[in-house]
């Protein structure tokens, strides 16, 4: 290629970054503009919604089991001196804890972890679409990161010490990497997400199914998935480990166990339920505070032509053109929903709106790889080295 398409590009690539920092940038302001002015909701303490588990779950873990011994923010008053949210994984929770270590255990400390997470969001989609790609997917690395920037679930959700922003985070390098062909490294950080929380695991399924479309040769492909297989595991075990030093392996194995049967049980009537279509045309919302109102709203938007995105490539890929299933985007976001709807037919009833910020980075990317689709383009061979990482 010539010096000067060279430089062209490049400087196209730098006018996409600049957009895509300020996009992120904006959800940075938004969300700590939420994180350091909204109310606790009805608990004391400034405990917003569900950071009244976490939180004090983080501290716990902080002081109990990486013996920190400084400053403490009191407890919400609502859990059990003893409660360390063993239904859930901790990864969140010691960046929490670390959060409160670093900068002091007050309420925005709390939220800062994912204030940096929402706002990295959109840059590292477009990074991963557009590096070392030319002027089209430079176009659209810079549509996608709009596309997640816009989507309100994603500032409302980076403003909060909620767990979901977290394995959103992780799932987005995930993708990306995914869409790379680079399937055991988005497999660490599938690994990463599911340390975070459980739903993370919605990426095993996708890497799956991946393998077998871009591994010709059947055996290569299970061979693939087996190293995805022990990457998730040894991420997941690994993160793990100081609990088991502290708590014992059994007892942690046991709350593990015990978590995830949780998962498949409804909750008791309260907050507001809905099931996984609901959320992408925000049927019945979850109230995170009342002081001011905050919703946990998606932008319907930007989650509607995802879908339909996403499943038009899926459908294709299933029945006409294999070569669109290394959409990886799409992949993601179907196996996603497919995978919390497995959650709520096997009896979990009382699904909650926010968890919907986990569709958001596979919705952008979903939205670009349509795109790239209608206006004839290819996201290149299904067959690829059976060496690549």
Known sequence: ???????????????????????????????????????????????????????????????HVFAYSGHLYPYSGNTNPNYYNFEHPPLAKYIIGLSMALIGDKPINWRIPSIVMASLIPLIIYLGLSWNRGYKWISLGVFAALAASSDKILITMGSLAMLDIYPAFFLAIAIVLASRKRLLLSALFVGLASSA??????????????????????????????????????????????????????????????????????????????????????????????????????????????????????????????????????????????GFWLVYLAGNHTLYSFYSIIFTPAAAVSLAEGVNLVIGGSNGSVKIDNNAV
């Open 197 to 338: 929380k459980e739903t993370g695991l919605f990426g095993f399924l996708a890497l799956v199914f991946l393998s077998f479309s871009l591994y010709a040769n059947k055996k290569v492909a299970m061979k693939k998935i087996g190293e995805i297989v022990l990457i998730i595991i040894g991420v997941i075990f690994v993160v793990y480990v100081p609990l088991f030093a502290h708590f014992g392996f059994l007892q942690v194995l046991h709350e593990t166990i015990n978590g995830y049967k949780w998962d498949l049980q409804s909750r008791p009537p309260g907050p507001p339920t809905s099931n996984p279509s609901g959320w992408i045309i925000n049927a019945n919302p979850f109230i995170l505070s009342y002081s001011p109102l905050l919703l946990a709203e998606t932008s319907s938007i930007i989650e509607v032509p995802a879908m339909v995105s996403a499943f038009s490539i899926f459908i294709s890929c299933i029945l006409y053109k294999r070569k669109h299933c290394v959409n990886a985007g799409s992949i993601f976001y179907v196996f996603i929903f497919i």
């Open 1 to 63: 290629m010539k010096p000067s398409r060279i430089n062209k590009r490049m400087i196209a690539f730098v006018i996409g970054l600049l957009a895509s920092i300020g996009f992120s940038i904006m959800v940075g302001l938004s969300s700590y503009h939420i994180a350091l002015y909204t109310g606790g909701g009805g608990y004391k303490n400034s405990y917003i919604s569900d950071e009244v588990y976490y939180v004090d779950s983080a501290r716990r873990i902080l002081v």
